[in-house]
């Protein structure tokens, strides 16, 4: 590694968290060192702000954050670029969606808003009950979607189907892209995430690096899903967990070892810290 790095970017789910979302004391002790060290540490994460739980929100030494997939970046819990889906692109998008037995949630202002009856489902769309349990506690409920989407009638950060079909998926997923202007990726093996086009945490995370001078080079990035790729291409040094599904460990320089494995902390331990003191 050529350069020294001042910047960490680590998505949550699947990365620094273990699978049953916990953060472990090994985790916290080296983020604590690497921030003593001066180094910026942020969550990249498609989750709102809402989903972000105070235990990584209120880290001592994290000042940002950049949630939904880059639509929201924040510095000291306030917002200091957003980047929102135009509401009659929404508009479309939840047309396509609801063609499909879906489970669907819309996104303002990092909140999440999912219809009662969808979170009483919500066994039928994920399998992972760590996964289930933080949808349900961190959404709002609502009757009804499309009521609560044309009460607000404005941009909002983004918009998530899970399905139960495979092929349903890959059928909407390309009518969604169809729509052009989009930015559709997904973080789970059965969803699909819109953002407005051109948004995405690799773009969000170069935006941040500049704003606080610091260099490409300088920007190191962690992540699992498909929603991590462009920060991992984007990043100086882009870093696939173990359990990362195929298109993130191709777009990777390194690999460190799995989320249950304290994989992000063993590398910054390793190529961050020590590096710093020249060992």
Request: one cysteine or more; glycine letters at 10%; hydrophobic letters at 40%.
């Amino acid at each position: 590694m050529k350069h020294r790095i001042r910047m960490v970017g680590f998505d949550l789910d699947g990365t620094l968290l273990t699978t049953d979302k916990k953060l472990t004391g090994y985790t916290k002790e080296i983020l604590r060192r690497a921030i003593k060290e001066g180094v910026t540490l942020l969550p990249v994460t498609g989750r709102p702000l809402s989903g972000v739980s105070e235990e990584i929100s209120g880290f001592e030494g994290i000042r940002h954050m950049i949630t939904s997939n880059g639509a929201r970046i924040l510095e000291d819990g306030r917002p200091i670029k957003e980047n929102l889906l135009p509401v009659e692109k929404a508009r479309k998008i939840l047309d396509i969606f609801e063609d499909y037995d879906t489970l669907r949630d819309i996104y303002y202002d990092g909140q999440g808003y999912m219809p009662e009856a969808f979170i009483q489902r919500i066994g039928d769309f994920v399998s992972s009950p760590a996964m289930a349990a933080y949808m349900v506690s961190t959404r709002i409920p609502i009757k009804d979607i499309r009521a609560k989407f044309e009460e607000e009638n404005r941009s909002l950060d983004k918009i998530q189907a899970l399905f139960c079909s495979r092929e349903d998926q890959e059928e909407a997923w390309k009518r969604v892209e169809a729509l052009g202007d989009v930015e559709v990726t997904g973080s789970l093996s059965m969803n699909i995430e819109v953002n407005a086009g051109g948004v995405h945490k690799g773009l969000a995370l170069g935006w941040l690096a500049k704003r606080l001078g610091i260099e490409r080079e300088e920007v190191m990035a962690f992540g699992d899903g498909l929603n991590d790729v462009g920060m991992i291409r984007e990043a100086g040094c882009g870093v696939a967990m173990a359990n990362a599904v195929p298109s993130v460990l191709e777009a990777a320089d390194m690999v460190t070892m799995s989320n249950d494995e304290d994989g992000v902390a063993r590398a910054v331990e390793k190529y961050v810290l020590n590096r710093r003191r020249g060992v």
